[in-house]
Structures are given as C-alpha cells and as structure tokens.
C-alpha cells in the first residue's frame, strides 16, 4: 500500500487560508468517506481534527475544514494561527480492510 | 480523561525481538477498536496494525506482516505488539490509538521508541 501524496510544505501569514492536498485512489480516498487528517506538533503524538472526510472532532476549532473530491481530500485552515504551524497526515481506509497515511505536510506561518 | 501509555521500547538488536504494551484508561477498553502506528526518525506515520474490540479480528502493514503480532488482554485494559525479526528499518517510535468506529483514530497516546541497531 503506497503512502497517500501530500505536498512537504505549506505557508501562510497570520489571518490567511491554506490548502493541503491528500491523493489516493479509488482503492481509498476515493473508494470511502473514511478520510481523516491529523495534526502533529515536535515531539507529541498526532491529534484528530476531522473525520470522515468532513467532521470535526469536538475541541477542534471550527477553522479546520475537509473535504473530497474523487481520488483528492483537502484540509483547508482558514484564520491561520501560530499555534497552526505543526505537521498534518491525512488518512485513509482501504480496500484491504488496512489503513494508509499520507506523506505529510509542514505548516510555516510566516 | 482517556489515557494511552506505551511501554517496552528499548534497544534492540537486528533479528531480535520486543513486546510493546499499551495501557488504556478512561473509556471502555472492550468497545474500542486498537491499532499501532509508527514513526521512523525525522518521516511520517506508517500504520501498522490493527485489532477489533474483542480481539478476534486483526489486519496488519504488508511490511511487517509475519513478524510482528497484535493483541489485547481485556481484562487488563492492555494492548501488545510482539515484534520478531527485527529490523533496522523497524526503527521508528510506537503509537497505540483507540477508535471506536472504522475510519478514524481518536485517542493517541505519547509514543515508545524503538532503536534497532547493533
């Protein structure tokens, strides 16, 4: 099972938007609404901020957004923060029954 | 609170093998599906095996498939990996995470590092 693809890094200023893309296949970003992404500070175990695609873990701000279309998700963070600037896997279920992570992307807020 | 301790992580050398061990607290151990994630140094998340809530039911990563075995003690609240055949490459930390439905993985816990080297 092939790592999802996740571009290494993303920027943004303080108030701005930023995307992250997550591509798979059809065997699993695009075979199941089961999409999720993680947030990873240095040193501390990831941390759920949506799943199933489009949901929101309660806690989680409601700046964070998903969403799918075909073999791509996206993870969008509007108002960006300080406190953004972190990893981000996506994830995915797979036809195997197994799951796969995405390649990861850095946040740099400038 | 949910709590997620890993332990058991240690050098070790190629073609050894370790058991991890997960505490599970604040939640009910038995209706949460378990899986274990690792990371090599400096790289990103690799799944690499998950197991049902009742323990029958297990799937793992093609690249550890064979040497390494998943398992829980309910009556323990306690998740295991058993890991045979070591490799360098097996070098990575350890997360244990709970979900109780498929798709997603929501309580993670800190981690245990696993050095492979001679």
């Known amino acids: 099972q092939s790592a999802l693809t996740q571009p290494a890094s993303v920027s943004g200023s303080p108030g701005q938007s930023i995307t992250i893309s997550c591509t798979g296949t059809?065997?699993?970003?695009?075979?199941?609404?089961?999409v999720s992404w993680y947030q990873q500070h240095p040193g501390k175990g990831p941390k759920l901020m949506i799943y199933?695609?489009?949901n929101r873990p309660s806690g989680v701000s409601n700046r964070f957004s998903g969403s799918k279309s075909g073999n791509t998700a996206s993870l969008t963070i509007s108002g960006l923060q300080a406190e953004d600037e972190a990893d981000y896997y996506c994830?995915?279920?797979?036809?195997?029954?197994?799951?796969?992570f995405g390649t990861g992307t850095k946040v740099t807020v400038l | 609170e949910v709590q997620l301790v890993e332990s058991g992580g240690g050098l070790v050398q190629p073609g050894g093998s370790l058991r991890l061990s997960c505490a599970a607290s604040?939640?009910?151990?038995?209706?949460?599906?378990m899986t274990w994630v690792r990371q090599a140094p400096g790289k990103g998340l690799e799944w690499v095996s998950v197991?049902?809530?009742?323990?029958?039911?297990?799937y793992y990563a093609d690249s550890v498939k064979g040497r390494f075995t998943i398992s829980r003690d309910n009556s323990k609240n306690t998740l295991y990996l058993q890991m045979n055949s070591l490799r360098a490459e097996d070098t990575a930390v350890y997360y244990c995470?709970?979900?109780?439905?498929?798709?997603?993985?929501?309580?993670w816990g800190q981690g245990t590092l696993v050095p492979v080297s001679s």
């Open positions: 995470a709970a979900y109780p439905t498929r798709g997603h993985f929501d309580y």
């Open positions: 604040g939640f009910t151990f038995t209706t949460y599906h």
């Open positions: 197991i049902s809530g009742g323990g029958t039911i297990t």
């Open positions: 059809s065997s699993d970003v695009g075979g199941y609404n089961y």
């Open positions: 199933d695609v489009s």
């Open positions: 994830s995915s279920y797979t036809s195997s029954s197994t799951y796969v």
